[in-house]
């Protein structure tokens, strides 16, 4: 199929590569970018051909850049076209927006994305929400960005955003428990060979997860963390998934002091955020803030 992908940063550009090497042709656009195939979002919509057969992957950051370039997409496609956001968006923005591009016959659809830096090769879990003819549209590129068993069409507008929300929140809760776990050990004063004893968690162990492999590969560039504040910035999810958690009643204390530790950690040095910052960058190339 074709189709626009418009971001091509750590995300966009690793998509639009991997759709392209399944067949797929991609014209990639983003103003900041000499990956750019063209110079405007004006071209990339005339390069995709037709009316009604449009379709356009918005990879952006969330808020006011996705709602930016939504509301120019509006304004440029015509019904039967279809937008995807693939970004980090408030799945309550997600549903208002799908609303604004209803009235004008285009489909919307919000493809909750996890890969980071490694899905070029791995492929992209996608939670997608969306009218299922909406879906079935970009379907084929679904099947190409996702390895077998990594995309589920979780329900209708909205719900592929919340689902993302809530797989944010849970890594939160992850990263932390690994991250309190090593600086425990680290300060035990039993000598106690900590980048050792985590790698032999990958193996066997009921906490083994990608999530610990990257920990070790952390580890191995930095051993003891070296020149990595202890600072963890929080991108949103985790905020929303708490405050989703009060509105629905459901006890979510593990999610929470996760994402109070990030707050704190934003004024205080400690050895447990640096491990989360650690984590940050190897899974989603994030930036590390260096210690002077």
């Excluded at 966009?12 to 983003?30: C, P």
């Excluded at 929400?129 to 970009?138: K, Y």
Aim: glycine residues 14%; proline residues 3%; negative net charge.
């Amino acid at each position: 199929m074709k189709l626009g992908m418009i971001g091509l940063g750590r995300m966009g550009a690793n998509m639009a590569e991997r759709l392209r090497r399944h067949g797929h042709d991609v014209v990639g656009f983003d103003h900041h970018s000499e990956r750019s195939d063209v110079g405007s979002l004006d071209e990339l919509v005339k390069a995709l051909g037709p009316a009604g057969s449009r379709v356009a992957w918005v990879m952006v950051p969330a808020g006011d850049p996705t709602e930016d370039t939504v509301t120019a997409l509006a304004g440029r496609f015509a019904a039967g076209d279809v937008v995807v956001d693939g970004g980090n968006s408030n799945w309550e923005e997600s549903v208002r927006r799908a609303g604004l591009l209803d009235a004008a016959g285009i489909g919307f659809v919000d493809a909750g994305t996890s890969g980071g830096v490694w899905g070029l090769d791995n492929g992209y879990c996608l939670m997608v929400g969306g009218a299922p003819e909406h879906v079935a549209v970009v379907q084929p590129a679904f099947d190409a960005l996702a390895p077998e068993g990594g995309f589920a069409h979780v329900g209708p507008v909205g719900s592929g955003h919340f689902t993302k929300m809530v797989h944010n929140g849970i890594e939160y809760g992850l990263m932390q428990a690994y991250a309190e776990g090593y600086a425990i050990i680290d300060r035990s004063g039993l000598g106690i060979d900590a980048q050792a004893a985590l790698s032999a968690w990958r193996q066997g162990s009921v906490v083994r997860s990608w999530l610990l492999d990257l920990l070790v590969a952390a580890l191995e560039e930095t051993p003891r963390l070296e020149g990595i504040r202890g600072i963890a910035a929080d991108s949103g999810e985790g905020r929303w998934t708490v405050n989703e958690a009060v509105r629905l009643g459901v006890s979510a204390p593990v999610i929470s002091a996760a994402l109070f530790a990030r707050f704190v950690s934003q004024d205080e040095e400690g050895t447990a955020m640096r491990v989360v910052a650690a984590l940050r960058h190897q899974f989603g190339g994030h930036a590390m803030e260096q210690a002077p």
